[in-house]
């Protein structure tokens, strides 16, 4: 549904009435219910056939509401103010008192928070009273969706409300950092860590393949097209689907474009897409070029390294 005051008011009917629906984000699609109910929120963990042990980042508007259900510190307040609304979550320590259902969290003591950076999702963030529940709008395991028609492509009837505000600007999921006791980078994401290194002026820990998997988002089979991916090809096969990041003169129907010209932004932006034309136009492989590892390319690669591991 496109945003006007009469959708906003049936996605906030559906919501209060314990239901889920997918909304827009900056990074990408969320699957989003009531935070503080456990109907509401086991129905995500349902819809996306998702472990109850992944626990779900909640959603914010504001900042009073937050600490609500959270012991904010330092650290954090500095990246709120440069950052938020925006690409970032954070893992912060959840108070005793709060009221956000322990589905949410797999009963741990910790929750991951983030403020959205999109016009629709911040109305109706204000316009409810409680806080979303919200995962990447996708099947576990597969594509997330940056578009509404994408997420009508996981879900199919199964949704039974889709607010569309667009294609997302980022294109990649939030950069995820706890905050718990040494500031630890969980997942590369929208965000680049050196632009958080120059905010936090401290060391920065990068965990984002441990032995003991704290957030499945680094579990290597993640972020899927469903067909063998393979990286940092030269030369690919006859008949594999071509993804490259800028456009080349050689002509050929199997070659896919990331960006325009060479623009790393642009093509986070468009992976997650580009991958899910190539699926749907029925390639039995893809071979993707090697994308140079600064920036956000480092974020588009660690995608593409756990994609490839199918
Ligand atoms: O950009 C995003 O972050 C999108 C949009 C919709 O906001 N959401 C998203 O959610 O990517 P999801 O559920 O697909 O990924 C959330 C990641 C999971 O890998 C989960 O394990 C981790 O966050 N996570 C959630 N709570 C955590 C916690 N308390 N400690 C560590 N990791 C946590
Ligand atoms: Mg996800």
């Given at each position: 549904m496109n945003f006007n005051q009469s959708n906003m008011k049936k996605a906030k009917k559906y919501l209060d009435n314990k239901e889920c629906i997918?909304?827009?984000?900056?990074?990408?699609?969320?699957l989003a219910a009531n935070a503080y109910s456990s109907v509401a929120v086991k129905k995500i963990y349902n819809l996306k056939k998702r472990p109850k042990s992944n626990p779900l980042i909640v959603h914010y508007a504001k900042?009073?509401?937050?600490?609500?259900?959270?012991?904010?510190?330092?650290?954090?307040?500095k990246l709120y103010k440069k950052f938020c609304p925006g690409p970032i979550t954070f893992i912060l320590k959840l108070k005793k008192n709060s009221k956000i259902s322990k589905l949410v969290t797999n009963n741990n003591k910790t929750l991951a928070v983030r403020f959205p950076n999109h016009k629709i999702l911040k109305k109706l963030l204000n316009f409810l009273n409680y806080p979303l529940a919200a995962p990447s709008a996708n099947i576990t395991t597969?594509?997330?969706?940056?578009k509404a028609s994408d997420v009508k492509e996981e879900f199919?009837?199964?949704?039974?409300?889709i607010l569309d505000g667009?294609?997302?600007?980022?294109?990649?999921?939030?950069?995820?950092?706890?905050?718990?006791k040494i500031p630890k980078?969980?997942?590369?994401?929208?965000?680049?860590?050196s632009k958080i290194k120059k905010v936090l002026k401290k060391k920065i820990y990068i965990n984002i393949n441990p032995q003991k998997k704290i957030a499945p988002g680094q579990s290597s089979?993640?972020?899927s097209p469903g067909i063998p991916l393979r990286i940092k090809i030269n030369k690919p096969k006859i008949n594999e689907a071509y993804v490259l990041l800028k456009k080349k003169k050689i002509y050929s129907p199997h070659y896919y474009y990331l960006s325009k010209?060479?623009?790393?932004?642009?093509?986070?932006?468009?992976?997650?897409?580009?991958?899910?034309k190539i699926k749907n136009k029925g390639y039995k492989s893809i071979a993707v070029e090697k994308i140079p590892n600064v920036g956000i390319g480092k974020s588009i690669n660690d995608r593409l390294k756990r994609a490839s591991k199918f």
């Open positions: 997918a909304v827009p984000t900056e990074t990408v699609y969320g900042l009073s509401d937050l600490k609500k259900d959270c012991f904010i510190n330092n650290d954090f307040l597969s594509l997330s969706a940056v199919g009837k199964k949704i039974n409300y667009g294609k997302s600007r980022i294109g990649l999921e939030s950069t995820i950092i706890s905050l718990i980078i969980l997942r590369l994401g929208g965000l680049e860590i089979l993640h972020y010209n060479n623009n790393l932004k642009e093509a986070a932006k468009n992976l997650y897409s580009c991958l899910r």
